[in-house]
């Protein structure tokens, strides 16, 4: 079946330490791979996402994520996290198989940070 | 301005009465989503449509509707809100090219 698993419901860190939110996924097809960022109050945010080439990939507000089909993951991270980064981060997963490009949602990581 | 925006942000109603939320987008992208999002559940796909004549449903249709009424325009409605489709609702949009989808800021509904 086709999943996707954010192992940790929340995090806590604190201001300019490094982070990492973890994202593993089931997915038969080759997988197109994305993470969202929701603020509180607001609508979901594209952070970065991956369909093909280099397996690290760069997105917006200082945010990476890489890529390891081995493991089925698709962590996020950040070097040093600042207070405004403290929001609901998701990742989901799609294919470019067919017509229909469903997305796979996790039910999301809740990130505080500590000042 | 935005490029995805619903109406309204927020709207709470009672049982049995029909709403209807709207969602306008000026990217220019055919396929149009709506989205539920409640805690501990994600976020779910109630209805999706790839261009004005294409309506598809998603994982959670029963007791929602929608329409098409332009490349722009997508609307949800309830017929007879239940007090158990209280959430937050949020259309998306995507493009053709790739599944990234880019979304509006949500309309929180409450069903009393």
């Known amino acids: 079946a086709q999943s996707v698993t954010q192992p940790d419901i929340h995090i806590t860190v604190s201001e300019g330490a490094s982070l990492e939110l973890r994202c593993n996924y089931s997915?038969?097809?080759?997988?197109?791979l994305f993470w969202y960022v929701q603020s509180p109050g607001q609508g979901l945010q594209l952070l970065l996402k991956?369909?093909?080439?280099d397996t690290l990939v760069q997105g917006i507000k200082g945010f990476e994520a890489e890529f390891k089909r081995s493991q089925s993951s698709f962590n996020l991270r950040k070097p040093s996290v600042h207070w405004s980064d403290a929001a609901e981060y998701f990742c989901?997963?799609?294919?470019?198989?067919?017509?229909?490009?469903?997305?796979?949602w996790g039910l999301g990581t809740s990130l505080a940070v500590n000042p | 301005d935005a490029d995805v925006t619903q109406t309204p942000r927020n709207r709470i109603t009672k049982t049995g009465k029909r709403i209807m939320l709207e969602c306008s987008q000026t990217?220019?992208?055919?396929?149009m989503y709506w989205y539920r999002q409640d805690p501990g559940l994600g976020l779910r796909l109630i209805y999706y449509?790839?261009?004005?004549?294409?309506?598809n449903k998603g994982e959670i249709s029963d007791g929602y509707s929608v329409s098409r009424q332009a490349q722009a325009k997508f609307s949800l409605s309830l017929e007879s809100a239940i007090p158990n489709q209280t959430a937050l609702y949020f259309c998306?949009?995507?493009?053709?090219?790739?599944?990234?989808?880019?979304f509006g800021p949500g309309t929180r509904l409450t069903v009393l």
């Open positions: 998306a949009t995507s493009d053709l090219q790739g599944q990234a989808r880019f």
């Open positions: 990217k220019g992208h055919d396929r």
């Open positions: 449509s790839f261009d004005v004549k294409d309506i």
């Open positions: 997915y038969g097809a080759t997988p197109y």
């Open positions: 991956y369909f093909s080439g």
């Open positions: 989901a997963v799609g294919s470019n198989a067919g017509n229909n490009r469903k997305l796979i």
